[in-house]
Each structure stands twice: as structure tokens, then as C-alpha cells.
């Protein structure tokens, strides 16, 4: 489903050049949760944003559900997003729409009529379980409510894989439970690949099939959880 080869991220700055991914290779398998985790400035976002073009490889190729992220453009880099959704540590909701409006937002851009969009969004705020909240301004909502509608807003045009930034971050220990109980959920039911990036090994460890452990831009090390972070 995913495929990273001989891929290098190099920032220039000031202070001179930065290698924030440097030769990474990996291959994740359809329908799989697969986790990358690293202390900051390892090269997580980096990596992950190579996932669906919000930063093309200095080198390498990325392929990502038949699409060639890393060559791609205009566009065909939009077409290729409707499959490659993300969600996000500070949610990045639109906050001048309600809870409805914020997750029909992706079927309008691609041009979904109105009836059929109406219907779309009623079956993701269930699916979700946002059932009441669909009038609501962002500000009113909680921190997991407002990941929910994130969830919501990036599944609404059937993507085959979802990229996960850090999207637990900013929520209490309770909230990320229920958060990761419904990327499993969605996982399950619809098959979908997910890709998540964290700090936490909590993470990982509750929700994670494989891991891959990232150290200055590289792949350190590799496998099942369990086998990557035996339990004592
Ligand atoms: P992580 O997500 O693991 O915290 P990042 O991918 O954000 O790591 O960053 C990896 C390295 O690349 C860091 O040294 C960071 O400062 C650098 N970096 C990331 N984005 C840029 C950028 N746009 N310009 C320059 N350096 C960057
Ligand atoms: P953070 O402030 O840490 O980025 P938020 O969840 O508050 O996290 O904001 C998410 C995004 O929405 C940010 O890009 C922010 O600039 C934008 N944003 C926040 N508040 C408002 C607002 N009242 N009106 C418009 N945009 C907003």
C-alpha cells in the first residue's frame, strides 16, 4: 500500500544544510496500523508528510496507494489526496463552520451534490459518534470532539489510508483512549491503512500492529511491538 525507497530529506538553512530523512526504506502492508516513533526532530513529520506531498524527497520515490507522491503535482496531487487523508495534532478546523459543515467541506471540494453530501455527512458524525453535535462551532466542542470531527472530515471521501500527526498530542490520557479505540474501530470496519506519528509509546503500543523507531532521520530499528518494545 505503501512503498518508501532510498528516500532523503534535505532542508537547506541557514545555519547550513539539515538531513531530516536520511535513506529510509519501508514497505506497509493494506489494512495495516503502523506506527513511527522518535524523540523531536527525529524526522517523524518530515517523513510523514512525504506520505501525501506536503514535502517532496530531495531523493527516493514514494508511492502511496498507486499514486507516486513524490512526482506528482497539481492536479493529480489533489485527485491523490481524496485516498491519502490526515488528521491532525491541533485538529485544523475551519472555525467560522459548524461541526456538519466543517466535514462536508472535503465532499464540496469535490464537487459531491448537495443531497448526497448531506447524507455522506450524516453517516460519518454517527460513525464518529458526534450524533447531537452537528450544529456546533468548533470552539464549543472538547479537544476529542474536535478530533472526531477531524476524523470525520478526513474519511468523508473514502480514503484508503489515513495519516495520523501526532493526533493524540494535545489530548488528556482518557481522550487518547477513546481516540485510538476509534482509529481501531475505523481500521476494522473499513479496512483502512493507517499511518500515525508519535511521541508516546502508549500509543503504540495500545494500537500499533508494526513500529519503526526514528533516530536523526533514520530507521534505528524495526518490527512487531511486541518484539521492537518487549514487555517486562
Ligand atoms: P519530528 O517530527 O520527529 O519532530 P521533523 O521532521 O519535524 O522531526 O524534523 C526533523 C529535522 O528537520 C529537525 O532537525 C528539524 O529542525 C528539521 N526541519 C523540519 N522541517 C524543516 C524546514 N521546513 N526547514 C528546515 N529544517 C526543517
Ligand atoms: P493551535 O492554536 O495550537 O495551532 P488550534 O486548534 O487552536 O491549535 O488551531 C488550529 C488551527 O486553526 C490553527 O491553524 C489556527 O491558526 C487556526 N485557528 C485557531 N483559532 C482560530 C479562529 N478563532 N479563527 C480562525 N482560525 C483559527
Redesign the pocket.
Known amino acids: 500500500m505503501i512503498s518508501i525507497k532510498d528516500v532523503k530529506?534535505i532542508?537547506?538553512?541557514k545555519n547550513g544544510k539539515?538531513?531530516?530523512?536520511d535513506n529510509v526504506n519501508l514497505e506497509i502492508n493494506e489494512g495495516e496500523i503502523f506506527g513511527v516513533i522518535?524523540?523531536?526532530?527525529?524526522?517523524?513529520?518530515?517523513?510523514?508528510?512525504m506520505l501525501n506531498g506536503l514535502?517532496i524527497p530531495t531523493e527516493g520515490v514514494v508511492s502511496v496507494a498507486g499514486n507516486e507522491v513524490s512526482r506528482i503535482k497539481g492536479a493529480s496531487l489533489r485527485k491523490a489526496r481524496q485516498e491519502i487523508s490526515m488528521i491532525f495534532q491541533h485538529f485544523n478546523l475551519l472555525w467560522s463552520r459548524t461541526v456538519r459543515e466543517n466535514i462536508a467541506f472535503p465532499l464540496e471540494i469535490a464537487g459531491v451534490p448537495k443531497k448526497a453530501r448531506l447524507e455522506r455527512v450524516n453517516e460519518l458524525i454517527k460513525l464518529v459518534g458526534l450524533d447531537g453535535r452537528e450544529d456546533a462551532y468548533p470552539s464549543q466542542l472538547s479537544g476529542g470532539q474536535k478530533q472526531r470531527v477531524g476524523i470525520a472530515r478526513a474519511l468523508a471521501n473514502n480514503p484508503k489510508v489515513l495519516l495520523c500527526?501526532?493526533a493524540t498530542s494535545a489530548l488528556d490520557p482518557q481522550t487518547t483512549d477513546s481516540i485510538l479505540d476509534l482509529l481501531v474501530d475505523i481500521n476494522e470496519r473499513l479496512g483502512l491503512t493507517i499511518v500515525l506519528?508519535t511521541?508516546e509509546m502508549h500509543v503504540i503500543r495500545k494500537i500499533c500492529h508494526r513500529v519503526a523507531v526514528?533516530e536523526g532521520?533514520r530507521i534505528v530499528e524495526i518490527g512487531e511491538v511486541l518484539d521492537v518494545f518487549q514487555k517486562p
Open positions: 530529506k532542508f537547506s538553512t539539515v538531513n531530516a530523512v522518535g524523540y523531536s526532530g527525529a524526522g517523524k513529520s518530515t517523513l510523514i508528510r514535502e500527526d501526532e506519528i511521541h526514528m532521520g
